[in-house]
């Protein structure tokens, strides 16, 4: 699976390259892991100030190296001011006060919605080149994901189920981003197939009744919950070890960034060894 | 003899009942064959890895329980006495969380008991020393609402402090305790405990009856209160801890289902042990199907549960006792 490999690597293709435009706004803080990732791709030297703590999280982001290059904030309003920005990256559901509490000491708030499909991402790469000001690298960077994600698309042939199993056995419907994730890997989703379609906690024993040709499970965190232990749970474990179950890194599947194709990339490599 | 009888027939009913419903719609035949066969992968791996260990660990929290219960208020001459209401539940969920969030459960199977068994081993102590050997109601029931909160307070503390995302919603699961997605695992770093503590409380039967004579004489009859005091602190910690461990805190077992019993013993603790055992049982495995009957998608936590159930036998309690309340 070289072409996988080589994606792996080509992914953080980073599409900064132009001056910023002369209306840009020159001190931008990101206070949201995904706004984050996107502002990174794209913002000009200098023009990013600081990015949120979570990116410095090697469990969640997968830009651990370009965030050290910023400072980190904690997403707290007072934090944020301090550090004379003229705007601010937030998701739809950052902190409703600390938006608040910006907007009226006057900050610009931009609030990016969640990705829950590939055209999400499309849009979300373009809105955030037109508030930085980086029309041209946005669109860069969408041509990029559009060619990765062609070559990624799967031959025709079988196509396996897949479960995704979170802690508390969460699983994600078909309004998911994980969703198209499968999909675009040339799995199914195990559970909508099955008719469940939206996301919430299923009872183990339903799941296990699916006996999906493969189990994807949630990242483990440090130190310890029983919300995880379901995911070590005997029942699941006779299926993971018969059909070689993953554990796929959170940092890929969360936002809606380029970054999805790593996971997809990586799901089409288990498949092709199934 | 015949009460045990039909308290051990309608625990292996509710023991039917808890392996026979869940939520994955299999049908009866299905779950026998799965079960019993091991025909039809799926149907196996859902009788034998989740259903069955949930009835196991519903029978042996239970038993332990209802026992810890009985021996208690036997030992203090008290009905009000029960591991739950005066926080050694608590604190064994407080010496399980501390283990599981510094990471030593994962590396040693033990520790996890272990650790739930001293949190209960102390809070025991504590409230010993603290009630006195007569165990006077107030001093009882005040010792443990400050030995209960601070235990609460503590576990909470500690989940809050973790570095995993997850932790800190499980103060519930803690504080309320429930079965469900339970496995063998569980079944395994608990019933060593159990027996151990089943063993101690039951051994207790005589001296707790000539205990009802009282200390004086007791002692005229050759049973050390002392020694009775050390081997129902061990009991109690072993059990409750134990099935702290793997449970939570199931709170109000050990209050109601003696106060049901006593009148169908007379006022024998010796018989009140085994029958409370066997009620505790069938409690807790009726409530866990209760749990899963009324909200089956919701995980309703067995303790909100037995609180339902318990709080107005504990009010009924303070209601009756309140002539000594003072």
């Given at each position: 699976m070289a072409l996988g490999v080589a994606l792996l690597c080509a992914a953080p293709a980073v599409a900064r390259a132009d001056g910023p435009a002369a209306d840009a706004p020159a001190r931008v803080v990101s206070m949201n892991l995904c706004t984050d990732q996107l502002a990174m791709l794209m913002a000009?030297?200098?023009?990013?100030?600081s990015v949120s703590h979570i990116a410095f999280d090697p469990l969640a982001s997968p830009m651990v190296e370009e965030a050290g290059r910023h400072a980190r904030n904690h997403g707290q309003a007072e934090e944020i001011f301090a550090m004379q920005p003229d705007l601010v990256l937030a998701g739809v559901y950052s902190d409703p006060y600390t938006v608040g509490l910006l907007r009226r000491l006057g900050v610009e708030v931009v609030q990016f919605p969640l990705e829950t499909d590939f055209d999400g991402i499309r849009s979300n790469i373009l809105k955030m080149g037109d508030v930085l000001g980086q029309e041209a690298a946005a669109r860069r960077v969408v041509a990029q994901f559009d060619t990765d994600l062609a070559a990624l698309r799967p031959a025709d042939g079988a196509r396996p189920s897949a479960l995704l199993h979170y802690a508390n056995n969460y699983t994600s419907g078909d309004k998911s981003l994980a969703h198209q994730i499968l999909l675009a890997a040339g799995l199914v989703n195990a559970t909508t197939e099955a008719?469940?379609?939206?996301a919430g906690s299923v009872p183990l024993e339903r799941l296990v009744m699916l006996l999906p040709d493969l189990v994807i499970s949630g990242q483990p965190y440090p130190g310890a919950s029983r919300a995880e232990e379901v995911l070590r749970h005997p029942a699941l474990r006779d299926l993971q070890q018969r059909q070689s179950g993953a554990t796929l890194a959170d940092a890929e599947w969360v936002?809606?960034?380029?970054?999805v194709l790593r996971a997809v990339a990586r799901l089409v490599d288990i498949r092709e060894r199934m | 003899m015949a009460l045990r009888l039909s308290l051990l027939m309608i625990v292996a009913a509710l023991f039917a009942l808890s392996v026979l419903i869940g939520p994955a719609g299999l049908s009866l035949g299905d779950t026998l064959r799965a079960l019993l066969l091991g025909q039809g992968e799926a149907a196996t791996l859902v009788m034998r890895e989740i259903r069955l260990p949930r009835a196991i660990l519903a029978v042996l929290v239970g038993a332990s329980l209802g026992l810890s219960g009985a021996a208690m208020q036997g030992f203090l001459r008290n009905p009000l006495a029960e591991p739950g209401l005066i926080g050694v539940s608590g604190s064994a969920a407080l010496g399980a969380v501390i283990v599981l969030q510094a990471g030593l459960a994962a590396t040693w199977w033990l520790a996890l008991p272990l650790a739930a068994l001293t949190g209960a081993l102390l809070s025991v102590l504590l409230i010993l020393l603290l009630a006195?050997?007569?165990?006077?109601s107030l001093t009882l029931i005040l010792a443990g609402i400050a030995i209960s909160a601070l235990a609460g307070a503590m576990t909470t503390l500690v989940l809050n402090l973790s570095p995993n995302p997850f932790a800190a919603s499980e103060v519930v699961f803690w504080m309320m305790g429930s079965l469900s997605d339970r496995s063998f695992d569980h079944v395994w770093i608990a019933l060593p405990f159990m027996m151990i503590g089943w063993a101690l409380l039951l051994s207790l039967g005589r001296p707790l009856d000539v205990l009802t004579l009282g200390e004086d004489a007791a002692a005229t009859m050759g049973v050390a209160t002392g020694r009775v005091r050390m081997v129902l602190v061990l009991g109690i910690a072993s059990c409750v801890g134990a099935a702290t461990a793997v449970a939570g805190a199931i709170g109000f077992v050990g209050l109601v289902v003696p106060h049901i019993l006593r009148p169908f013993v007379g006022a024998r603790p010796s018989a009140l042990l085994w029958a409370s055992a066997l009620g505790g049982a069938a409690m807790v495995l009726a409530a866990d199907l209760a749990v899963r009957l009324v909200l089956?998608?919701?995980?309703?936590k067995l303790g909100v549960l037995m609180a339902i159930i318990g709080a107005p036998f504990f009010l009924h309690l303070i209601y009756k006792t309140r002539g000594e309340l003072r």
């Open positions: 000009a030297d200098g023009q990013l100030l008719g469940i379609t939206a936002c809606g960034t380029p970054f | 006195g050997p007569r165990g006077s089956p998608d919701r995980d309703l």
